[in-house]
Every structure is written in structure tokens, then in C-alpha cells.
């Protein structure tokens, strides 16, 4: 039978980026009741008729989720699935994620479906199945999910994961300051260039603390979470990007879009109208924050009381309007001992639409398919009924226009290029003249690393030749009793 761990490994840079607790949170016992799925036989009669058991590392970052209670809700959740399979048993680990993961794909005790975000350390080891040949058989329409966000998925010509939810973000604006202050709303057009020019009038460089006001920050999670940087839809909307679209073994720092676009946000930052991380915005601290689909409206529905607050579309930038998505995918062992059935279930977590509805009620993630944001929208009123007068539509249309973008991926050496990145951009935050040498630094360290990472990756293939074929006894280590 699954066994739940008396602890699991939780990453608390995920937690605090995702903002997930709140919402548990709230939600409480509630989602017991949210969404009756049947429970169907006993899990001891299933297990004992089973002719092939799944391990599941599921995405479990949300309030509750490794107590008995949350366990039981996950087990619910994939009740549908489990009914049209009655000879697979699935049994749920929360081994944590990132390195612990794939060095137990690598000792044959690895999951088969899995959830992350860190991409590359598998597609590095190879260690993750080629999707293209399912969906292609399955005849599944990729366009129920934000074209642009789809791109970190893919490498080589292969397809390595789908998004397991859908982490968005948007402005949201202090409406009440701009009442103090007589100034107009924002059009809900607004430019980048007007973003940033908003967040100026309404700064305070006052030498009271207490008088002090940001206008705004911008979202620093760098290359691919590493940091130290902005995030990758800014120099999109430029038409940049950290990685060259035609190349992903060549930099694109020194290209045009992102020497603009890293030059207008060095400025921001050195003039103080723009921080690299969020100040309190229901205290007033700060007058233009994010809000995120991972949570993250919850505390304002908590503390916001009276504040007069409103979410906008992200800006028009030089090439368009895209907008932040974060990278959480589902992915499929290239160890799995049946590819057919492990594929059949990350379908159901990330094609069909029960499993994200149930995620909704859960721990109100944003889905990841474009038609189940209505849904989305009423599930979180309901809940935070401070919340009916703001405008949560704007992630359906960040949906709907295909605005979501994480990033592409460096093809090798992930790691050191991130931190590359965020060693050599340090500097030009307080020195915006310096942006144009730092990049192009930047780009010769990397351009030198991927050529060093080539030689390295086929040293890699040599090792994982053949998985451990001892998949069916770890499975038994993992969780006792089978």
C-alpha cells in the first residue's frame, strides 16, 4: 500500500516563489468536499490486482500535501484514471525534487511521472522519454496550451515534457494612491515605456522612511531561475533573449533586443523607481506589484481590506505583449518500464482536463489549458470573495493570446551559464553604460562553456547506455508492503 513519509524535502525557493501555502491555507478542509471524486476499491485490492505499479512524484508543494489528509486528496484526484486502469497501481513518492529525483532514475528507483521545473539537469543525463511519437499517435492538440510557453519543452527535435500547471503573473496597481495623488488610471493598453513612467510619478525618494514609496519591481528570476537578472519575457518582448532561438548553444545576450531592453531596466533600477524583488504593497511600500496564479492573490484577498487595487494586462513591449510563465512540467522516466502506461497517465495529469480542474480546488493553481480559465476564475472567487471586483480575466487573456513565456534552455552546461549570466550582469544594475561590455562578456563565456559542454554531453551518453534493470525491486524500497 502507498506509504506517506513522516517528512518530505520541500524546496523553499519554489515555495516562496509559488506562494502556495497561502492558498492551502485558506482552502483548509474545504477541498474534501470540492470535488467528489469516487473513491472506487480499496487501494490493498487494487494493489493486489495489479499487473504493473506506477510510482508518481507529483508536484506537492502546496499546504498539506505529505499529511495523511493531502495524500488521500492526491489518491481522489487520479480516481477517474485509476478506474479505466484497473490492473495499474499507482503509488505516490515524495522524494524531492531536482537531484534526488534523477539520481534515483539512475539507481532503477526513480518515479516514472514526475513533476519539476528544473528541465535541464534530466535532458543533461538523458533521462527523460521523447514525448513526440504519443502525442503524435494520441493525435493531441498542443494548441490548448500557451504556444510560447511550449518552447522550453522542446530540444533537439524531441519533446521532453508538458506544463503540469500554469504559474502566471500580472500588475497589479495601487488605485487608491493614484486617487491621493490626482493622477489617471492606467490605459489598459499601456506601453512599457508608460509602465515605467508611472512608476516614476509615483515613487517617493523621501528622507522620512516611513514617506518612502517604490513605484515598482521587476520579476528577477534570471535565467532559468538562476537569479540575479530579469526574467526572459522582458527581453522577449524586446525580441531578445538570453538564448539565440536559432542556436541554443550560442548566447544571445549581445544581441540588439536584449542590450535594449537590459538598458532600460538598468535604468529603472539605478534611478530607485524599480527594485529586483516585491516591498509591501497592501502597506503601500510599493505601488505596482505582481499577482500570481500560484497562489499569490490569496494574501491580498486576506489582508488587503480596504484597499483600492485593480490587476492589468502586461505591457505592450517594442515587439508585442508577452508575459511571465514559470517552467513546472510533467515528464515521463526514460527508465519506465512501460512507456504506453506511464504516458497514458501523465496524459490524464496534463492533457485531460479532471486532474487540473482538480488541482483548482486544491490549491488554486492556474491551469495549464487555455479553455479552463473561466473555470479557474470562478473557483478562486468563490473562495476570496474579496476578489469579485478585480479583474482575474487578464490570465484568460494572457491564455487565450498566447502571452506565456518562460524561456528557451542553454543546450548544455545550464547551470554554469546561469550563473555567468548573473555574475557578469551584476555590475550594470547601478551602471547602465556598462550593459553593453557586460553582455557581451557574458556571450564569450558562454558561447566557450557550450563548446565545453559538447565534449562533455557525449561523455555523459556513454554512461547512461543502459538504466539499471532492477526497476520493479527499488519500486519495492521505495514503498514497503507491495
Request: net charge neutral; proline share 5%; hydrophobic share 45%.
Amino acid at each position: 500500500m502507498s506509504v506517506v513519509p513522516a517528512e518530505a524535502r520541500v524546496s523553499r525557493r519554489f515555495a516562496l516563489r509559488s506562494g502556495v501555502a497561502a492558498a492551502g491555507a485558506v482552502l483548509g478542509g474545504a477541498a474534501l468536499s470540492a470535488c467528489g471524486a469516487s473513491k472506487g476499491a480499496p487501494t490493498a485490492t487494487r494493489a493486489a490486482a495489479a499487473v504493473y505499479t506506477l510510482l508518481w512524484r507529483p508536484w506537492y508543494n502546496f499546504s498539506g500535501a505529505t499529511s495523511a489528509t493531502g495524500h488521500e486528496l492526491l489518491m481522489q484526484g487520479i480516481q477517474p484514471w485509476l478506474d479505466k486502469h484497473r490492473g495499474v497501481q499507482v503509488n505516490i513518492t515524495y522524494m524531492g525534487y531536482h537531484q534526488a529525483t534523477a539520481a534515483a532514475i539512475l539507481a532503477g528507483a526513480g518515479p516514472d511521472v514526475f513533476a519539476d521545473w528544473v528541465l535541464p539537469l534530466y535532458l543533461a543525463q538523458h533521462l527523460l522519454l521523447d514525448l513526440t511519437k504519443y502525442v503524435q499517435e494520441d493525435n493531441v492538440d498542443l494548441g490548448i496550451f500557451p504556444a510560447l510557453d511550449m518552447d522550453v519543452f522542446r530540444q533537439g527535435g524531441g519533446l521532453w515534457a508538458l506544463p503540469s500547471y500554469l504559474h502566471l503573473q500580472a500588475p497589479a496597481v495601487n488605485l487608491g494612491l493614484l486617487d491621493q495623488l490626482a493622477l489617471q488610471y492606467p490605459d489598459p493598453s499601456w506601453t512599457y515605456a508608460q509602465w515605467g513612467a508611472l512608476m516614476a510619478q509615483l515613487t517617493n525618494k523621501s528622507s522620512d522612511p516611513k514617506k518612502q514609496r517604490r513605484g515598482g519591481w521587476f520579476n528577477w528570476g534570471g535565467y532559468d531561475y538562476w537569479g540575479g537578472a530579469p526574467a526572459r519575457y522582458y527581453l522577449k518582448g524586446f525580441g531578445g533573449e538570453y538564448v539565440d532561438p536559432g542556436n541554443p548553444a550560442k548566447s544571445y545576450l549581445s544581441s540588439s533586443g536584449t542590450e535594449q531592453c537590459l538598458s532600460w531596466i538598468a535604468g529603472l533600477i539605478a534611478d530607485g523607481v524599480a527594485g529586483t524583488g516585491p516591498l509591501d504593497f497592501v502597506t503601500g511600500q510599493q505601488a505596482i506589484t505582481w499577482m500570481n496564479t500560484a497562489g499569490g492573490l490569496i494574501p491580498i484577498a486576506q489582508n488587503g481590506g480596504a484597499l483600492k487595487w485593480q490587476l492589468y494586462d502586461e505591457m505592450a513591449f517594442p515587439r508585442g505583449r508577452v508575459a511571465y510563465a514559470a517552467s513546472d512540467f510533467y515528464a515521463v522516466s526514460a527508465a519506465t518500464k512501460n512507456p504506453d502506461i506511464a504516458w497514458s497517465f501523465m496524459k490524464y495529469l496534463t492533457v485531460e482536463s479532471d486532474w487540473q480542474k482538480w488541482m483548482v480546488h486544491l490549491a488554486l493553481n492556474g491551469p495549464n489549458q487555455k479553455q479552463l480559465y473561466p473555470f479557474w476564475e470562478e473557483t478562486v472567487k468563490q473562495v476570496a470573495t474579496r476578489l469579485a471586483d478585480i479583474d482575474l480575466n487578464v490570465f484568460t487573456r494572457q491564455m487565450v493570446e498566447n502571452q506565456p513565456y518562460f524561456g528557451l534552455l542553454y543546450k548544455y552546461q545550464d547551470q554554469a551559464s546561469g550563473q555567468t549570466i548573473k555574475a557578469d550582469l551584476a555590475p550594470v544594475w547601478n551602471n547602465p553604460q556598462g550593459v553593453v561590455a557586460a553582455c557581451r562578456q557574458a556571450t564569450a563565456q558562454i558561447d566557450a562553456l557550450q563548446a565545453q559542454g559538447a565534449t562533455l554531453n557525449e561523455t555523459q551518453r556513454t554512461i547512461v547506455k543502459v538504466f539499471p534493470a532492477v526497476h520493479d525491486r527499488a519500486i519495492a524500497s521505495v514503498m514497503p508492503g507491495l
